[in-house]
């Protein structure tokens, strides 16, 4: 990843299903999409804790945010902005993610 991606440069990957054009079409192929994604995103919650949406992480690590709002979470965190479902990862969940699923 680089400059062009909204979680550079802490996060290094980032997970997006493309779904094959085939059998589900249309909503078929959404609610598919979103399943998978929720159920990522339920499973990275269970292995590295609580995170956020990007724009939410980005903003709770500015050092003037309380303690308390402040995002712990450096090992993922999500996008579902301009029609993505991206998960952003490090090396650490990468490597589970992909012991898992993979």
Not at 26 to 53: I, M, V, Y
Request: hydrophobic share 35%; aromatic share 20%.
């Amino acid at each position: 990843m680089d400059g062009r991606y909204g979680a550079y440069p802490h996060f290094t990957y980032y997970i997006e299903e493309n779904l094959q054009k085939g059998w589900a079409r249309g909503n078929q192929a959404k609610d598919l999409q979103d399943h998978n994604f929720f159920t990522l995103r339920e499973w990275f919650w269970t292995a590295f804790g609580p995170s956020k949406e990007l724009r939410y992480w980005k903003a709770h690590r500015d050092p003037t945010v309380t303690p308390a709002r402040r995002s712990d979470n450096d090992h993922w965190c999500w996008e579902t902005e301009f029609g993505r479902q991206r998960i952003y990862v490090d090396d650490k969940a990468l490597a589970l993610f992909n012991l898992k699923w993979i």
